[in-house]
Every structure is written in structure tokens, then in C-alpha cells.
């Protein structure tokens, strides 16, 4: 019998896909490009730290202006106005360095493991500390970033769908995910795994990834 984990900071109900603010306010945590401005990775950042209570909904309503005179003003001015929109999407060393550069009280850790199993181990374990993983998948001409929130685990534990919010997809409405990667079986290709949405369907593989922690944390 398949058991489905998610991250106990979500809940589904009748206004949709939710979690509690820095400010403990239920607020929608799906963001949809669109929504703001920004590339995929972004928009995963920001959900991972709404899940987290690291922002307010207040703070990326897309015609606020950060107060820069804090440090989280400073920080949500960096990627909304100054990196807002990346054409070609964020490389993970990058979004983590600017991240740690920046006054407030988070922190990225960028992870790259070597194989598969090592990728979905990771995921695994964040999700069992309720902590959403950023993610990254690449596809033929391609790469795409997700957040991570959930796994389905067989009767035997193994791992066999990563559930994601995909920031290019419509906003979940009868399920914690919009997205989720079939892991069960690895195929013997470039791109060994299925990424699904109610719209899309194709190939990908899993690549780096990106955890998004207070810096009180220890």
C-alpha cells in the first residue's frame, strides 16, 4: 500500500492550497508566473519561504515596494526589482550566493548530488524534517524549477513520486501538489523520469537543489 508524506506547514481547504505567513496569517502559498515577476526558481524561492514563515503575503504583492531600509526589504528588492526577471533562469551556485549575501536572516544551502538515488534520498530526508526543497529538472532543451513538498513511498519504502508545486502550472485546487515526478522506475535514458501536470507530460532528469533555512536554525 502506497503512503503519501507532505509537509505538515500546508493545508488544503476551500480557498485553496494553503500555509501560515511570517506574520501567522493562512495565506495562499502557490505562486503561478504571472503572479509576480520573475524566473521559475524564484518563484519556487518564494514559495519555500512563505511555507517557512520567512515573508508575509504583504511583501511580494506585485505593486508593494520593499522598505530597503530593512534587511528583508533590502533582500525582496534584490530579486524582484534588480533580478526580477533571469531570461534564462537562475544557476543554482549563483541564486545560493546571492541569497547569503544578502542581510536577512536566511540562508541557502545548494546541494548537487552525484546520482539519482542520491537526489531522491536527499528529498526524502528534507521532507521528513518538513523543510520544501527547491528543485531543479532538466529536460531535452531545457531545465525547469519546482519546490518539493511531498513523496509517495511503496510497501517496501521506497520512494516512487516526488510531489512538487510547479510555478508554471495552474494553482492546485484538489490535491497539495499541482506537479508530481514518477520516480518508481528509472529508464535507461538522458531523461529517466516522468514529470506530470494536469497539462504537461514529459521526460526529465533531477538535478541540483536548494534548501532555504533561518540562520538560527543551529
Not at 524582484?80 to 544557476?91: A, I, K, T
Not at 532528469?205 to 538560527?216: A, F, G, P, Q, V
Request: charged share 25%.
Amino acid at each position: 500500500m502506497a503512503t503519501i508524506q507532505i509537509i505538515d506547514n500546508i493545508r488544503l481547504n476551500r480557498a485553496g492550497l494553503q500555509t501560515k505567513d511570517a506574520n501567522g496569517k493562512w495565506v495562499n502559498v502557490h505562486k503561478q508566473q504571472g503572479d509576480l515577476d520573475g524566473a521559475c526558481s524564484i518563484y519556487s524561492l518564494v514559495m519555500a519561504m512563505l511555507c517557512q514563515g520567512m515573508i508575509e503575503e504583504q511583501d511580494i504583492q506585485i505593486y508593494s515596494s520593499p522598505d530597503r531600509r530593512t534587511p528583508k526589504g533590502k533582500f525582496l528588492y534584490h530579486f524582484f526589482y534588480e533580478q526580477g526577471l533571469v531570461q534564462n533562469g537562475y544557476n543554482y551556485t549563483a541564486l545560493a550566493r546571492e541569497i547569503n549575501e544578502q542581510p536577512f536572516e536566511i540562508r541557502a544551502i545548494h546541494k548537487r548530488p552525484r546520482t539519482n538515488d542520491d537526489r531522491i534520498e536527499l528529498i526524502e530526508q528534507f521532507i521528513n524534517q518538513n523543510t520544501p526543497v527547491i528543485i531543479s529538472t532538466e529536460f531535452n532543451n531545457g531545465a525547469h524549477a519546482l519546490l518539493a513538498i511531498g513523496i509517495e513511498s511503496d510497501e517496501d519504502d521506497i520512494i516512487t513520486k516526488i510531489f512538487c508545486l510547479d510555478p508554471g502550472a495552474p494553482s492546485p485546487k484538489v490535491s497539495p501538489w499541482n506537479c508530481f515526478i514518477d520516480v518508481s522506475k528509472e529508464g535507461k535514458t538522458q531523461y529517466p523520469f516522468y514529470y506530470i501536470t494536469e497539462i504537461n507530460k514529459y521526460k526529465v532528469t533531477l538535478d541540483d537543489m536548494l534548501i532555504i533555512e533561518h540562520k538560527y536554525s543551529d
